[in-house]
């Protein structure tokens, strides 16, 4: 695995979960752990369960005993790691956003290409498909039970970064991160919406703000607020991106994703109207579905809650019985239960770098819209 923050943090919990809670074809050994600094390397390796620590990735993908690199870096690296691993014939699992750029995107889709021609296989980590209520959700549209879907409605919406005085971390830096809520949290309903409806965004148009321009850089920022001569540094990317979309089932879709939602932590909402009823799905209720059936007798339609925690619910069986809720780190189990069990069985794990450059085109072509703005002079 190279890097050891957030994702790092939670990909490791699902690597030494996955085998003591799915019976697999294979199993993931936890061999290094990568991060440029050596000493705070050695101590994640220990933290979170990996056998040894390096500070050069460039080693793993020359050791012919490590099978897969998981990619879990700010997004300005991913593309260098997954080709020179793929070129390396390493499996790779690579973070959210697949790259910072619809080009670095296009040519990891060229490297996956050519590996998977030799057996070796990729997915891009968007972890949110694998919540159980996600692919419930996905399966019931699948199955007809919306008809016709008219209307997605999108929202992820965090509030971490409204305080001005909130450092300049790498994900308000456009040159690390590519882009800011557009791509870090709207690259998720993107993803989902997609995934859940089976259909694809055909266009789009948006508009994007960055509400504080300047905060302290991060070694500067003691406390003191802006104004006592900190140093700062300007923010290069979005703090809040609004677009509506055209899906290729003919429906219409709008898309939330923004920092600045205040009171609201990570609020990951989509409602899907179809001609048939609705769905929708909340991640700070991760376990339930809300199913709006209107097939049913007139009197009795109304919105009822799914509990998404049968056995026969995706991936349930595996964990508890009924009504024994499960979290948000469950969702990266059941990520890496499924790269498993594809690279072990020779298939390709999904979402495939192909599935995560058309989240790219999304994100690329809302920047290029929100550029051609035209405003209303009073
Ligand atoms: C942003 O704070 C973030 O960590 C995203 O980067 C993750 O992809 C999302 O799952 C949670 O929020």
Excluded at 70 to 97: R, Y
Excluded at 222 to 241: H, I, K, Q, W
Aim: proline share 4%; charged share 20%; hydrophobic share 45%.
């Amino acid at each position: 695995m190279v890097g050891y923050a957030f994702m790092g943090a939670a990909h490791s919990q699902a690597w030494r979960t996955v085998n003591r809670v799915f019976d697999l074809p294979a199993r993931a050994t936890m061999v290094a752990v990568c991060g440029r600094d050596g000493a705070k390397v050695a101590e994640a390796a220990s933290r979170l369960g990996w056998a040894e620590a390096v500070t050069d990735w460039r080693e793993l993908i020359a050791r012919d005993d490590i099978d897969v690199i998981d990619v879990c870096t700010p997004g300005d690296s991913h593309a260098e790691i997954a080709i020179a691993a793929l070129e390396a014939g390493k499996h790779v699992l690579c973070e959210k956003p697949l790259a910072n750029t619809v080009e670095e995107a296009r040519a990891m889709v060229a490297a996956a290409v050519k590996a998977r021609a030799l057996g070796v296989r990729s997915a891009c980590g968007f972890n949110y498909r694998r919540v159980p209520a996600v692919s419930l959700m996905r399966n019931l549209i699948a199955d007809g039970r919306l008809g016709a879907i008219r209307h997605v409605r999108a929202v992820y919406l965090q509030d971490w970064i409204t305080d001005p005085n909130f450092p300049l971390v790498w994900r308000l830096q456009k040159d690390k991160a590519g882009s800011g809520a557009l791509g870090d949290i709207g690259a998720h309903i993107i993803d989902l919406t997609q995934f859940v409806t089976g259909q694809q965004i055909t266009g789009v148009t948006g508009i994007t703000e960055t509400f504080i321009k300047e905060r302290p850089l991060p070694e500067a920022s003691s406390g003191l607020s802006a104004s006592a001569g900190v140093a700062t540094g300007e923010v290069t990317v979005d703090d809040a991106a609004v677009f509506v979309a055209r899906l290729s089932g003919g429906g219409l879709a709008t898309y939330e994703a923004t920092r600045f939602a205040t009171g609201r932590k990570n609020g990951l909402k989509v409602e899907i109207n179809g001609e048939l009823g609705s769905l929708v799905f909340d991640l700070e209720r991760l376990n339930e579905l809300e199913y709006y059936d209107a097939t049913r007798p007139t009197a009795e339609q109304g919105f009822s809650r799914i509990l998404v925690t049968e056995g026969e619910h995706p991936y349930v069986s595996a964990w508890w019985p009924p009504g024994h809720i499960i979290g948000y780190e469950h969702s990266f189990t059941h990520e890496m239960r499924d790269f498993i069990e594809a690279v072990a069985t020779g298939t390709d794990p999904t979402p495939s770098f192909e599935d995560a450059l058309q989240v790219q085109l999304v994100l690329e072509a809302v920047e290029k819209s929100d550029a051609s703005w035209v405003s209303v002079l009073a």
